[in-house]
């Protein structure tokens, strides 16, 4: 069973970047697909970057477009999120995912993390 254990969220300024890291408990890493999403207090959770296997596809979200890379070290098992130019409606708790999935548009996943709560705020 993959377990995923996401880090580095925490309080920031605005403008001020973040790394977000989440380390995966399976040996089947690499052929996972992975991803970030994100839930905002009061909305729903929304998509915000993925990444497949041997990184040569990227997705991102468009109101995060510009302002996060994903990237994965599949020797380490673990999956980044950077966030520059964060801004307070960037604050949100953001979950790690793996097996991404799309439907109509939509994005998804099979395998969540507990989630890293960042906090952007002056």
């Known amino acids: 069973q993959v377990q995923l254990s996401e880090s580095g969220g925490g309080l920031v300024q605005p403008g001020d970047s973040l790394r977000l890291s989440c380390l995966a408990s399976t040996r089947t890493f690499s052929r996972l697909t992975m991803g970030w999403f994100r839930q905002a207090p009061g909305k729903e959770r929304e998509f915000v970057a993925g990444?497949?296997?041997?990184?040569?596809?990227?997705m991102y979200a468009d109101s995060m477009k510009g302002r996060c890379t994903i990237s994965r070290d599949n020797a380490k098992n673990t999956v980044y999120l950077q966030l520059d130019s964060l801004k307070p409606e960037d604050t949100a708790v953001y979950y790690c995912?793996?097996?991404?999935?799309?439907?109509?548009?939509?994005?998804?996943?099979?395998?969540w993390g507990q989630g890293t709560l960042v906090t952007v705020s002056s």
């Open positions: 995912a793996a097996q991404i999935t799309q439907l109509s548009g939509r994005f998804d996943a099979e395998i």
């Open positions: 990444v497949n296997q041997n990184s040569d596809s990227l």
